[in-house]
């Protein structure tokens, strides 16, 4: 079943530190000054503003596997879920179908005695709310429960627990080196860490992009920091944002990885959904961390800054004005984007709202 999986680690464009800048120079402020606006107001900003920039242009697209139970209609999506694109039913590993997507509404007018209708999923429908989240909910009830594994000879691996939504992998190099981090139990391939990955030395202030990876260490030339080496217990972060996720009908969560780019194969994934979504952006951490939206949006992101940080000042006043400009520059670039599905075919994002 082939599956393309995001390569957050190859973005390239502006780093954090690089937003943060062109953020007070839009300010109007010196490079480095935080008197007006903290560090952290901004970098708020910005995580808000790359969001936003997600959700208006749905440009950060990922995939999962919901684990169907029987006699569960409803499921909760992945936790970075953003958007819903398509869904799809795997009757066997090699047979599927897309769902149609409706809402509770047309099912109640359409299809009379639907909820306690049971069989092979035809129908997605936005469900009640998860929390925060609305739940992926399928029609018929599933009438029967169904698996999910993975084949590791294959080059696709599970983990039970990330750390985090986003994947990424830490802990503390343990030998001294130039450009190679160790850590006897990193277990790096399993881990799903790939070359290309932006790679951070969080104790000495520098990153950059892993160009080898082995089961116990990962090479990488490092900038941007104090000495740019690996000292002995030096923290390290990888951002290891390409993933699929599975959840199933009690809530948890794993992770798919894969170790080579662009597929992956040995899933069986029978009589089970496979999702197609947007998602959110991993949140903005670290200097040397790259924004996942694509690079040509980038440079947009200060102007929504601006918004964001004087959208409240009086009407007509200099603050004001400013954030009017800043917000139209922001709109401006972000919907001047094309994605590429759509220099292809109308590609329409569900509508959730009931």
Known sequence: MPIQPQQTGLYEGLILSDLKNRSLDRLKIARGNYDRYSAATILDALIDSEVEAARLT?????????????????????????????????????????LKQKTRRWLDKHKRGWRTVTGDSLITFPGDNYGNMRKIGVYPTPDTDSGFEIDPDTGAYERSSAGAPSGNVSGANEAAHATICTKAAGDFINNGVQVGMMALNVTDGSSGQISAV??????VTLTG??????????????????????????????YVFTTDYGVMTGITNENNLYVEYFRRPIPLQYDGQYPEIPPELHQYLPDNVVYLLKRNAPKG??????????????????????????SMEDDVAMDWSL
Do not use: H
């Open 225 to 254: 920091g104090t000495n740019n080496t690996w000292a002995l217990g030096d923290s390290f972060t990888i951002l290891a944002g390409e993933y699929g996720v599975v959840t199933d009908w009690d809530t948890d969560e794993s």
């Open 317 to 342: 006043s200099g603050d004001y004005n400013e954030a009017v400009i800043g917000r139209q520059a922001f709109l401006n670039g972000i919907f001047g984007y094309d994605d590429l599905d759509d």
């Open 214 to 219: 082995f089961s116990t260490t990962f090479t």
């Open 58 to 98: 749905k440009c950060i697209r990922s995939f999962a596997f919901i684990v169907l139970k029987e006699g569960y209609a409803q499921y909760r999506p992945p936790s970075n879920f953003l958007m819903l694109d398509k869904v799809f039913f795997y009757k066997s590993n090699t047979n599927y179908y897309e």
